[in-house]
């Protein structure tokens, strides 16, 4: 049969199923006909060309309403449809107008393929997401039910976009219209397991995963969810720092024999555990990957993780060790990342010079260092006491390199200046820093300011500036508080108290610290004696002078954590040809977590009652030990520790110094005792405090010793330990010591201060070296340091020892003229 019309035509076979005929004018199809059997080469040909005309209408303008005018009595089938919604050259809104068209036809209904397909075309297409809304209401509609692939296929799609509310709304949206039967889905649901955890909402996440792996184990079914979807859990339990419910999945993953660790969760994992200072796990995972090698063998990743992790804990020693091993064996570069963790870590632990030729090296291979890089080496310059190479660093960073000086940076430069005696530069910054704009100050940078100004007694000045503060819209943290709570203490001025209450927005939280502070002391209106404080809750056993045994016991205590995983050490399983013979060592050693800890306290802001943590715990103590009250910051630790709150290293650093001041050398022992039992990691504030008391004690020959101990340990010295040990030496008589370590102060760059200064002048007077004590304090007058109120007392002591001296010489003298 035959059909022709003025324009292109195709003729088929008499048993074809139909006929197209195109068009003159729009090259639409006119008619469909025949209702003979067709071959089915031929149909599949045909149905191509009908596709192929439908899809170009389509694409004409008018869209559908092509459709209308040309194929009203087309029989659509399932088939033609998904053809269509299946073709790559039709854009997706055509498509979706195609669908909707398909809709409305009186004899047509969609099935569940061509949803899915519908689902699939649109989920590649962010822009038309909010159609999916919309296409959920009309398959409900229609009855059917959709599948879990397609589900998952819709939740792929909002978390790619980063639309998180949306994949969470779709799964109620589900649940709640019951469009498909909802079963615990491992495949399925790691999808909104990942979407949980972005969105921060980590307890549904976690309730989830545990419900799954229930399910599970009731059934007999050993597949849970995938690696990635259990790798974001993890990693977003570690940044919200939920401890417990990390190794809760941890072990609970280690318990499935049928799902192993990848290497991305291994390296979750070390690094997780390295910054909550339990290095023993880290190491026997890092062995573990060793030991597995092939897929699971340690990467860059895996080595950056455990440098960091070395520096956290204080192993500096061992992270360079590392870092050459890295460069020399592994089979790994070093990247900007490595560089930048180990230039933190010597920063943080004033090794200034390691830092120093890192950065050096760092440029030579051709990394360009980034703020944070500069930030971590000026910091830990402006900390030695280095401020002239500070500020060349600060001028090259800004001139030379280019790199934008941030907030932070800043902040790190009016901090320096105030602590190396430089507080006019210091304000002179920060005004002109003010007037620039507000993206080079903030809350933090405020905080510095009136931290030094309530060190200076500048009260009033304080208070205007953190009215200033509050008009600028930044936070009043807990940090700036407790600075002008102990200033106004301090300075007897009791009623500003309302006054600062005024200049805080949050003034609950504010009422909330003094209320319970008078609660504190009125019930305690009466203080007790010193036994029935202090002796229960510090019992000590033994003495300071047991103090190497203390920190030797507790080298050799072996993590718990790590004892219930079952790992043994093996010391005579040592391979020579190793790549990182190193960390085999480490790692088979199966050390603690060390005593020593490079980690720094964060800020706290302003959480109402949220903020009775741990930090207002040690806001508390600041403010209760700044006033001597120390009975009353016993019993406010007492009560917080019954409640379940861990002290951290700052509240035990406190107590202790606050005893071996008042002389209750026992009670700061049992301090460091209870320290050592919970595990809590010293840091360079804490062995101050223990050379201060042995040096009190007369036992400069144990502080020697805790100081070599600390090196051992990857310690490092700041101004304030070389003041503490040099005053512990000439006390006891060891001068020539102490003048030893003073030029290790100057070789380590390390500028004397006042109190150095003071020190040695007062220990060479008081041992009757007074050329040397003169010698000193010219030292002092040259370097431009400049005398304050110990120095006047100190040199009235010289004076009068001189005095003693020209009159023992006269009477012998005299004594001589007379005997001739």
């Known amino acids: 049969m035959h059909h022709g019309q003025s324009g292109a035509g195709v003729m088929f076979h008499s048993s074809l199923a139909f006929v197209v005929i195109f068009g003159s004018k729009n090259r639409f199809i006119t008619t469909l006909t025949t209702g003979l059997r067709a071959k089915p080469l031929a149909s599949k040909v045909g149905s191509l060309i009908v596709v192929a005309s439908i899809a170009k209408a389509l694409s004409e303008p008018g869209g559908t309403r092509n459709l209308d005018k040309n194929m009203a009595s087309v029989n659509l089938s399932e088939d033609l449809v998904l053809q269509v919604l299946r073709r790559n050259s039709l854009a997706a809104s055509k498509k979706l107008d195609f669908f909707h068209w398909c809709s409305l036809r009186p004899n047509y209904k969609h099935s569940v393929g061509t949803y899915s397909q519908m689902f699939h075309t649109i989920c590649h297409c962010p822009q038309y997401h909010d159609e999916i809304f919309n296409l959920l209401t009309s398959l409900k509609r229609d009855g059917l039910v959709l599948d879990s692939t397609t589900f998952k296929l819709i939740l792929d799609a909002f978390i790619r976009s980063g639309r998180f509310d949306s994949a969470l709304e779709i799964l109620d949206h589900v649940e709640k219209d019951l469009c498909m039967t909802i079963s615990l889905n491992p495949d399925l649901y790691s999808s909104i397991l990942i979407a949980l955890v972005r969105k921060g909402q980590l307890g549904i996440a976690l309730s989830i995963f545990l419900k799954l792996l229930e399910n599970s184990s009731t059934n007999g079914n050993s597949g849970i969810l995938d690696a990635v979807s259990c790798n974001e859990l993890l990693v977003g339990l570690r940044k919200a720092d939920m401890r417990d419910q990390f190794k809760q999945v941890f072990h609970k993953l280690r318990e499935i024999g049928s799902f ?5 969760g291994y390296n979750i994992c070390i690094h997780a555990f390295g910054c909550w200072d339990d290095l023993a796990t880290s190491l026997s995972l890092f062995k573990e990957m060793k030991d597995k090698s092939g897929s699971f063998s340690p990467d860059l990743c895996t080595y950056n993780s455990l440098i960091q992790v070395l520096c956290l804990v204080g192993k500096v020693n061992d992270a360079l060790v590392v870092w050459e091993e890295l460069k020399s064996s592994s089979g790994h ?5 490595t560089y930048r963790i180990l230039i933190q870590g010597c920063s943080k632990a004033y090794r200034i010079g390691d830092a120093s030729k890192i950065f050096a090296e760092m440029q030579y291979r051709g ?3 980034d703020t944070v890089v500069y930030n971590s080496l000026l910091d830990g310059l402006l900390k030695a006491r280095k401020l002239v190479e500070a500020c ?9 390199d280019g790199v ?22 210091a304000y002179s910054l920060f005004l002109d820093l003010k007037k620039k704009s507000n993206n080079f100050v903030d809350g933090v940078t405020y905080s510095i300011v009136v931290l030094h100004l309530c060190k200076e007694d500048q009260v009033e000045e304080a208070l205007q500036l953190v009215e200033e503060m509050e008009a600028r819209g930044f936070v009043v943290d807990l940090v700036t508080i407790t600075s002008l709570l102990i200033a106004l203490y301090r300075n007897g001025m009791w009623d500003s108290t309302e006054r600062l209450m005024k200049y805080i927005r949050d003034g609950n939280f504010v009422s909330n610290v003094l209320k319970w502070k008078a609660t504190m002391e009125a019930s305690l209106k009466v203080p007790q004696s010193k036994k029935k404080d202090f002796a229960p ?3 000590s056993r033994g003495n300071f002078t047991d103090i190497l045994s203390l920190l030797s016991s507790a080298d050799r205590q072996i993590d718990s954590s790590l004892a219930a995983g079952n790992v043994e050490p ?3 399983d040592f391979d020579e040809w190793s790549s990182s013979p190193h960390m085999d060592l480490l790692a088979n050693e199966v050390s603690p977590a060390s005593l020593f800890s490079l980690s720094r306290g964060k800020r706290v802001e302003a959480k109402e009652t949220d903020s009775f943590d741990i930090d207002m715990v040690n806001t508390y103590l600041s403010i209760f030990l700044s006033k001597g009250k120390l009975s009353l910051a016993c019993k406010l630790f007492e009560i917080f520790t019954n409640m379940g709150i861990d002290p951290v290293s700052y509240t035990y650093n406190s107590i202790m110094s606050s005893f071996v001041k008042k002389g209750y050398f026992n009670e700061a022992w049992g301090v460091l005792q209870g320290m050592g039992e919970m595990l809590c990691p010293a840091d360079i504030a804490t062995y101050n405090v223990i050379i201060q008391c042995l040096g009190k004690m007369g036992r400069a020959d144990l502080a020697s010793a805790v100081l070599d101990k600390l090196m051992k340990q990857g310690g490092y010295l700041d101004i304030v330990m070389y003041n503490t040990l040099i005053n512990a030496l000439g006390k006891a008589g060891r001068i020539e010591e102490a003048i030893r370590l003073f030029h290790q102060m100057q070789t380590s760059r390390i500028s004397p201060d006042v109190i150095t200064y003071n020190t040695l002048i007062e220990v060479h007077s008081k041992a009757g070296r007074l050329k ?3 010698k000193f304090l010219k030292m002092m007058l040259d370097a431009g340091c400049a005398p304050n109120h110990v120095t006047d007392t100190t040199l009235d002591f010289l004076e009068m020892e001189i005095e003693k001296l020209r009159y023992h010489k006269a009477s012998m003298n005299r004594s001589a003229d007379d005997c001739s």
Request: hydrophobic share 45%; glycine share 4%; proline share 8%.
């Open 333 to 337: 570069e070093p990247d900007l990342f």
């Open 367 to 369: 990394f360009r260092p």
């Open 537 to 539: 809750m510090f019992p």
């Open 404 to 425: 934008r000086a941030s907030c932070w940076t800043y902040n790190i430069l009016i901090d320096g200046l105030f602590r190396n005696g430089r507080a006019a530069a």
């Open 260 to 264: 192993p660790l990848d290497r991305w």
């Open 392 to 400: 060349n660093l600060f001028e090259k960073m800004v001139d030379e």
């Open 570 to 572: 093996k010391v005579d």
């Open 772 to 774: 040397d004590a003169y």
